[in-house]
Protein backbone atom coordinates (compact mmCIF):
# COMPACT_ATOMS: atom_id res chain seq x y z
CA UNK A 1 0.00 0.00 0.00
CA UNK A 2 2.76 2.38 0.79
CA UNK A 3 4.36 1.85 -2.43
CA UNK A 4 1.34 3.11 -4.63
CA UNK A 5 0.91 5.81 -2.51
CA UNK A 6 4.50 6.76 -3.35
CA UNK A 7 4.00 5.87 -6.69
CA UNK A 8 1.01 7.98 -6.92
CA UNK A 9 3.12 10.83 -5.14
CA UNK A 10 5.64 10.72 -7.99
CA UNK A 11 3.30 10.31 -10.19
CA UNK A 12 1.39 14.12 -9.07
CA UNK A 13 4.57 15.46 -9.24
CA UNK A 14 5.71 14.39 -12.62
CA UNK A 15 2.16 15.99 -14.01
CA UNK A 16 2.92 19.34 -12.02
CA UNK A 17 6.36 19.45 -13.75
CA UNK A 18 4.70 18.84 -17.07
CA UNK A 19 2.01 20.86 -16.89
CA UNK A 20 4.16 24.11 -15.33
CA UNK A 21 6.04 24.24 -18.46
CA UNK A 22 3.14 24.07 -20.49
CA UNK A 23 1.61 26.60 -19.35
CA UNK A 24 5.08 28.70 -19.13
CA UNK A 25 5.48 27.87 -23.13
CA UNK A 26 1.80 29.00 -23.29
CA UNK A 27 1.77 31.94 -21.78
CA UNK A 28 5.44 32.80 -23.45
CA UNK A 29 4.47 32.07 -26.56
CA UNK A 30 1.33 34.41 -26.69
CA UNK A 31 3.94 37.51 -25.78
CA UNK A 32 2.74 41.03 -25.88
CA UNK A 33 -1.63 40.91 -25.65
CA UNK A 34 -1.79 43.98 -27.26
CA UNK A 35 -0.47 42.32 -30.79
CA UNK A 36 -3.55 39.72 -29.97
CA UNK A 37 -5.85 42.38 -28.92
CA UNK A 38 -5.21 45.46 -31.56
CA UNK A 39 -5.94 45.43 -35.25
CA UNK A 40 -2.73 44.46 -37.10
CA UNK A 41 -3.52 47.75 -39.43
CA UNK A 42 -4.27 50.31 -36.74
CA UNK A 43 -1.69 52.85 -36.72
CA UNK A 44 0.45 53.56 -33.71
CA UNK A 45 -1.55 56.31 -31.83
CA UNK A 46 -4.78 54.00 -31.57
CA UNK A 47 -1.87 50.96 -30.56
CA UNK A 48 -0.94 53.69 -27.85
CA UNK A 49 -4.50 54.65 -26.69
CA UNK A 50 -5.03 50.85 -26.56
CA UNK A 51 -2.32 50.35 -24.39
CA UNK A 52 -2.82 52.79 -22.12
CA UNK A 53 -6.33 52.10 -21.82
CA UNK A 54 -5.46 48.03 -20.80
CA UNK A 55 -2.87 49.68 -18.44
CA UNK A 56 -5.16 51.67 -16.63
CA UNK A 57 -7.38 49.30 -15.90
CA UNK A 58 -4.97 47.43 -13.83
CA UNK A 59 -5.13 44.33 -16.13
CA UNK A 60 -1.28 45.13 -16.87
CA UNK A 61 1.47 43.58 -15.04
CA UNK A 62 3.44 46.56 -15.76
CA UNK A 63 1.30 48.63 -14.38
CA UNK A 64 2.25 50.62 -10.82
CA UNK A 65 -1.65 52.29 -11.03
CA UNK A 66 -3.15 52.10 -7.24
CA UNK A 67 -6.01 50.55 -6.67
CA UNK A 68 -8.06 54.05 -6.20
CA UNK A 69 -7.59 54.97 -10.04
CA UNK A 70 -8.92 51.83 -10.87
CA UNK A 71 -12.30 52.38 -13.02
CA UNK A 72 -14.82 51.50 -11.26
CA UNK A 73 -18.22 49.72 -12.78
CA UNK A 74 -21.20 52.41 -13.61
CA UNK A 75 -24.06 52.07 -10.96
CA UNK A 76 -27.78 51.64 -12.47
CA UNK A 77 -30.69 52.67 -10.86
CA UNK A 78 -31.43 49.06 -10.16
CA UNK A 79 -34.75 48.65 -8.06
CA UNK A 80 -33.91 47.19 -4.57
CA UNK A 81 -35.16 43.84 -3.82
CA UNK A 82 -37.78 45.06 -1.53
CA UNK A 83 -39.36 47.02 -4.11
CA UNK A 84 -39.14 43.81 -7.15
CA UNK A 85 -41.78 41.64 -5.27
CA UNK A 86 -43.92 39.46 -7.71
CA UNK A 87 -47.13 38.82 -7.03
CA UNK A 88 -48.17 35.17 -6.43
Do not use: K
Not at 23 to 32: P, R, T
Not at 60 to 82: A, G, I, K, N, V
Request: one cysteine or more; hydrophobic letters at 35%; a neutral charge.
Amino acid sequence: MLSHIVRRVLQSFGVLAVMSLLVFAAVYAVGNPMDILVNPQSDQDEIARATARWASTGRSSSSTSSSSSTPQPETSEDPSPSTCRRSA
